[in-house]
DNA sequence: CATGAATGAGACTTCATTCAT
DNA sequence: TATGAATGAAGTCTCATTCAT
């Protein structure tokens, strides 16, 4: 009854991934979510309360399973840079599982500064904040150089992110197994060995 | 022609900043424009075809300044890393000199994957191949390291621009002069030294 | 079966009341007279076969047992004019013991002329010839004058109280006792006695 | 071009006038009034906010004309029996002018307690007011008995004329003009003259 | 009897775009 | 050029009603 029975509710909300993703939030209408999900108009409206609602709640399941991932990271016993490096993997692996929901969190929320980032800026910046907190012990421990601000070289570090996942987003392409695990050696090489020979 | 009478046109352009930058481009009329410019409603598509030719008109105008300036530091004598402070110092006295037109930028086009991002993606590339070419020079002058993709470092380089213009954006303050500068040093100290003590 | 059991019909009937009478019958959802009933959604239409129904359900069930009351006073061997006190009186006291029910039948029904109203035209029709009635009496009887077509006094008694109970609706006090009793007597004061001195 | 002219404004408030009185408020929709009309559904949002907006418009136009005649015939020489018998014909004459409109007042405004005459509830008692006066001042000079609250008195003659007004709404019949003229009388002659003979 | 998920036809409102002046 | 009235296609959201359990 629990599992292998139509929970409507995920259903709507793994087809308003795929819309989203596709079409984009603002172009998309409410029907293309019900169409995708194979369910009558009115049942969206039955578990949420307008469009927004629907990538709000996307967004917040996501981002608390990463706030979560994160501050495992930043509590393991693991070197600063491994952390980074932790972050970085679990962000990129989560775009490899489900590209679509990580486009949508990026592209509708993040990025979008003026509607849904706004609404959930705290959210984002809590993530910042895990990140600088890593960055902080890191120049303590005296293996991260102190001239940077913690909180500038978070959110540098988690811009590079989101620029890459952009970078994937915009190519349209099936990324290899390789190209994941590859960027993310880059990325942490990027951040914490510089361009500087 | 071009001083004494009033140029309807620029007017429509220069309020259409005002208004995509208060309201977000999905979220505003085009009315608004219309009202902010002080011009009556027939006459934006007079000079327009369409709202988003407005916005398109706004990027490209914008954009080619910055295509010459990121050239211009590209060709010119100084070292590899002051090539890119040059670029970094470029767009953040762009921000500081009319931060509404570049949010309009940032937000609606550069990072709107699904829309106008998609429409100008060869326009942005463009930027990107410019500053690999930067990166490049220097890993063959042998200033910047090799293990570094050239077009990744060029990407995680413009990446943190944008991260950094984005966290104002969301900011709403007015950034004070002390912090452009400031910004300009970090960025470029971020990028080519990394984290790494 | 009568007494012990809880009578969700009748459950749902009440809370109909209450719910027309805060919200008015078209903006209010049948899904606030389950809530307010405290039952499924789905049982109001096991018992009801629409909205309407428990409306009309509503009407009928009052609008009966006031002709009777009505048959009641006419029948009776009171003078005229204590005829159409008891009226007055019986129709104050309904409102006074549920103001709510004497609300929506006023308002939705008697005098929605578009809807509730037409279709139960007959029903109000009868109240009006039995008042009628006795005011035809009172002039054969020579107590009232023939000067007024008794179906137009009729009508205008019953505008009357029915103009009082929409001031008390509207007024959405708690009306005092002495009120009602003062009224009733005012009532039949006016139709009866008149403004001139 | 100010009188000749499609003025579409007007075309829309008469248009909603005939379809409200047909359908009633709640059960026409916009675009059935943009079809009596004959013109664009887009353009009754242009002249108003929305279809309510309509509605009060019609009622606040009518009855300020209104709440003119009221006090026009309160400051007239005129007995005091007179000038109710005025006002009874100003009401009455505007139903024979215009029945839809004096319908839609009646049924979807003044007589309306849950939406509509709630919000004009003020403008509505300012009539009763004005009539009060009128019998106030007809028992300061000793032609009305002073019984009778003249409050009261002021809302049993504007109950008795809505009430006739909705007989001859429910009725549907195109009233001969000798019943109009009768009614005034009738009218007059019930509430000055009571019943008893 | 009882439940509440599921359905889908509408309704209102918005607004980009056109057009007559 | 300039104006703003006019158009009508969409889109969101509501909610009466049905139905499977």
């Known amino acids: 009854m629990t599992s292998g029975a139509a929970d409507k509710r995920r259903l709507i909300l793994d ?3 795929r819309v989203f993703a596709r079409q984009g939030f603002h172009t998309c209408r409410v029907s293309d979510i019900a169409d995708e999900a194979g369910v009558a108009y009115g049942l969206v409206y039955h578990y949420f309360p307008s469009k927004e609602a629907i990538l709000d709640t996307l967004f917040l399941e996501r981002w608390e399973v990463m706030l979560a991932a994160i501050d495992e990271a930043a509590a393991s016993d693991l070197a600063p840079r491994e952390q980074l490096r932790a972050i970085a993997s679990f962000i990129v692996d989560s775009y490899r599982h489900d590209p679509d929901l990580m486009k949508v969190i990026v592209v509708e929320v993040t990025r979008a500064a003026n509607t849904f980032g706004r609404t959930h800026l705290e959210q984002i910046m809590r993530a910042y904040e895990s990140m600088a907190r890593i960055v902080a012990q890191g120049q303590a421990a005296g293996v991260f150089r102190s001239e940077v601000d913690a909180t ?6 988690y811009g590079l992110i989101e620029q890459v996942l952009t970078q ?5 392409r099936e990324i290899p197994a390789e190209e994941f695990e590859h960027v993310k050696a880059e990325l942490v090489e990027m951040i914490c060995g510089g361009l500087d020979g």
């Open 152 to 157: 500038f070289a978070a959110q540098a570090f």
């Open 168 to 172: 994937w987003i915009f190519s349209e």
């Open 15 to 17: 087809a308003a991934v």
